[in-house]
């Protein structure tokens, strides 16, 4: 099963980074081109969120739900419909000195198997792209003064 990890320092306290990162309208803020069409606000063990957002400019559906939730340790996301054969999104959250180090582990399949492996390079670089831009982006807001515009302070 293709996998992508990533790693991300922010010099914000982890509970704010936690909560950004599990808020809706917050993801979306730190996403290219996408809207939540279902779910808002703080997520929690077992909501469910809706994301719309064109691949490749086709506009493509995803609902995921929290299935594991530590506040603010981790939480763990799950497609429940969507473009892939099945995604898991791992979030973890470990306290460092003067900060946060935020930790993405995605892991997903393709539909259509054994012919969908022939879209997973695709696939896994795009997924990449977006975590990473995702990353950048939450690291700006939860360093920024503009999360207090998702959470109170």
């Given at each position: 099963?293709?996998?992508?990890q990533?790693e ?120 990449r ?25």
């Amino acid at each position: 099963m293709p996998r992508i990890q990533r790693e991300t320092r922010i010099d914000a306290p982890r509970e704010r980074v936690f909560d950004l990162a599990r808020h809706v309208e917050a993801h979306v803020a730190t996403m290219p081109d996408e809207e939540a069409v279902e779910g808002t606000g703080l997520l929690g063990p077992g909501d469910r969120v809706t994301f719309r957002a064109p691949q490749f400019g086709i506009p493509f559906e995803l609902a995921a739900e929290v299935v594991e939730f530590d506040r603010p340790r981790r939480f763990r996301d799950v497609q429940r419909s969507g473009v892939f054969g099945s995604l898991s999104h791992e979030h973890t959250f470990e306290e460092v000195e003067g900060g946060t180090l935020m930790r993405d582990d995605v892991r997903f399949s393709m539909p259509f198997e054994p012919f969908g492996r022939l879209g997973a390079p695709v696939a896994r670089w795009r997924l990449r792209r977006l975590v990473d831009y995702h990353a950048k982006a939450l690291k700006r807001l939860a360093e920024g003064g503009d999360w207090q515009q998702y959470l109170d302070s």
